[in-house]
C-alpha cells in the first residue's frame, strides 16, 4: 500500500481510463461549433450532447464504482473501452442527424464513460492510504491531459489532411489500445464491500445537505467554459478557429497543473477545505470579470486561470468528501453511498448546465456575457453553501 510498483501502476491505469473518458467529453469543445454548423442547430441543442455523455460518465461512475467486484473488473473496463471506442467510430459515420449524435455521442459514449470510470473509483482507495490525495490528482490528469491531447492532434495535425471522420476514427484505435493497456496494468484486490448503495438518512445531516447542495451548484456552472471556450474566442476576438482551439488545449495544460499542485499542498497542509473554498472564490470572480474584456491578454490570463482553478476544484471533491466523513466519524460502511449521492446530484447539475448556459447564449446572439454571469452566480451559490457546510 502507498509505494511499489503494484501501487503506481494502478495510478497509470486510470490515468489511461481518465484520460479516454472525462478527456474525450472535456474536448467537446471540438465539436460543439462543429455540430452547429453541419446541423444548423442552436448552441443549446448540441450542448445537450455532451452534457448528456458528461451526466452519465458521471452517474455511472460515482455512484457504482465502489460496487464494482475484482472478479468482473477487467471486463468491465474492455468492454467501457469497447463501447467507447464503437461510439467514436459511429461518430465518425453520422448522417446530419441530430438525434443519431444524441445517442451515439451523448447516450452511447456516455454510458461507455460510466463503465470505464466505475473501476476508478475503487481501484485506488484499495491501493493508496496515506498518499491517497497525491494518487487521485496524479490519475485525475488524465481528464485534463485527453482534454488537452484530443483538440490539438486532431484540429491542428490530423483534420486538415485527412478530415474529421477519419481522425475520429484514428482517435477510437487510440482509445480501444489505451483501454486495453490500462486493464492489463490494473491489478484490483479483493475487498469486501458492505452498506447499502443509498443512504437517505444522509440528508437529515445539514452538514452533508449542504455540502450536496454546493456540489449541485458548483456544477451547474463549472462545466460551460469546456463547451463554448473556442466559440467566445471567436465571437469576441475574431480569432480564426484554428486558434481558437489552441486556447482550448491552453486550458486543458494549465488544468494538468491545476490538479497536481494544490494536492502536493494539501498533502502536506491538510487545507482541502480552506484551499476548496478559495478556488470557488477566484472562479466566481474570474466568471463575472472576463467577459467584461475585450482584449488578448485578459482573455489569456481568464483562460488559464479558469482551467488551473475549475481542474484543481474538481480533485479535491473526493478527498473533501473523506474529509468530511471522517470528522463526523461516519460509518465506513455507508461512506461509499454517501459519496455517489453526492455526485449523482452533481451529474444532474452537469446534464443541465450547458444547454442551459447555451440557451442563454443563442438569446444573446453568441455573446459570452450571459452563460458567464449564470456560470459565476450558480458557482457563486456553490461556494456560498461550500462555506455553510
Known sequence: VDSGEIAWRQVLSCFLTVMN???????????????????????????????????LGHAIGSAC????????????????????????????????????????????????????????????????VKRRKLALALYSCGAPFGGAMFP???????????????????????????????????????????????????FRDPTYSLFTASTFFTFLGLYNVYFYLPIWWQTQLGVSEDESFFWLVICNCAGIVGRLVPALVTERYYWTFFMLYKLFIVLTMVCFWWPTQNNREAFIFSTVMYGFCANAAQSFYPTALWTLFSEARTDYRLIGARIGMTFLVGSLACLIGPPIAGAIMDYNDGKMLGPMIFSGIAIGLGCLLLGAS
Not at 467537446?28 to 442552436?42: C, N
Not at 491542428?156 to 493497456?181: A, E, N, Q, Y
Open 21 to 55: 473518458s472525462s478527456g474525450f467529453v472535456s474536448s467537446f469543445a471540438l465539436f460543439q461549433g462543429t455540430w452547429q454548423k453541419s446541423l444548423s442547430r442552436s448552441a443549446s441543442d448540441i450542448a445537450w450532447i455532451g452534457s448528456f455523455a458528461l451526466f
Open 65 to 128: 464504482g465502489y460496487m464494482v467486484h475484482p472478479k468482473y473488473f477487467r471486463f468491465l473496463m474492455i468492454f467501457g473501452g469497447f463501447s467507447v471506442c464503437l461510439c467514436i467510430f459511429l461518430t465518425s459515420i453520422y448522417d446530419d442527424s441530430y438525434g443519431y449524435l444524441v445517442i451515439v455521442q451523448g447516450i452511447g459514449m456516455g454510458i461507455g464513460n460510466g463503465l470505464l470510470l466505475a473501476p476508478c473509483t475503487s481501484l485506488i482507495s484499495q491501493h493508496f
Open 152 to 202: 490539438l492532434v486532431s484540429n491542428r495535425h490530423l483534420k486538415p489532411m485527412i478530415g474529421l471522420k477519419w481522425t475520429l476514427r484514428d482517435i477510437g484505435c487510440l482509445t480501444i489500445f489505451t483501454s486495453i493497456l490500462a486493464a492489463g496494468l490494473a491489478s484490483p484486490r479483493h475487498v469486501q464491500r458492505e452498506g447499502p448503495l443509498i443512504d437517505l438518512k444522509a
